[in-house]
T-cell receptor, first 115, second 112 residues
């Protein structure tokens, strides 16, 4: 029962480099999300995907792109990393309908440092 | 706009003591309310949720929360805290899949 799997767990990038954070869930959930967590700011939504083939911007999408590759996988890409993107990134998935009272299942996070 | 306030950034309790973590929300309609727990280096885990019905909800790990509409609150409680409860706790409010807002978290320290 893996749930939501994120890779890598840790990464250090230089400013201007690009990278893709991977996320996969095995619970057959329709909705998937990318959040970033910064001290004193809680979790902020970057992008989400309500279903396979659709993606939408969240609260802080600038500097990021996403791909919903299939129902299981939802990746987050930083095209040109900036120090302000140093953060812990969480992927989450959610069962059920678009407006239902369902909680998230979170991955264990990727700690990303941009130097 | 919806919002969540967790007024206590850090709380320290003795093992065996009772616990109450405060959460106030702002939302235009009947909200869905959640509490999550995050252990160090881990993702968030859902403790409990409220969306309708009984205003006292039970969750995992012996936690409960009470929805009080008149006070716009959804406080988390536990009668007797264990050392393993030391973690960060997040309250969240939402009414649709793209509109879940998290509080900034309350870090719980448990002393022997």
């Amino acid at each position: 029962n893996a749930g939501v799997t994120q890779t890598p767990k840790f990464q250090v990038l230089k400013t201007g480099q690009s990278m893709t954070l991977q996320c996969a869930q095995d619970m057959n959930h329709n909705s998937m999300y990318w959040y970033r967590q910064d001290p004193g700011m809680g979790l902020r939504l970057i992008y989400y995907s309500a279903s396979e083939g659709t993606t939408d911007k969240g609260e802080v999408p600038n500097g990021y792109n996403v791909s919903r590759l299939n129902k299981r996988e939802f990746s987050l890409r930083l095209e040109s990393a900036a120090p302000s993107q140093t953060s812990v990134y969480f992927c989450a998935s959610r069962e059920g309908s678009l407006d239902g009272p369902y909680g998230y299942t979170f991955g264990s996070g990727t700690r990303l440092t941009i130097v | 706009a919806q919002s969540v306030t967790q007024p206590d950034i850090h709380i320290t309790v003795s093992e065996g003591a009772s616990l109450e973590l405060r959460c106030n929300y702002s939302y235009g309609a009947t909200p869905y309310l959640f509490w999550y727990v995050q252990s160090p280096g881990q993702g968030l885990q859902l403790l409990l949720k409220y969306f309708s019905g009984d205003t006292l909800v039970q969750g995992i790990k012996g936690f409960e929360a009470e929805f009080k509409r008149s006070q716009s609150s959804f406080n988390l409680r536990k009668p007797s805290v264990h050392w393993s409860d030391a973690a960060e706790y997040f309250c969240a409010v939402g009414g649709g899949y793209q509109k879940v807002t998290f509080g900034i978290g309350t870090k719980l320290q448990v002393i022997p």
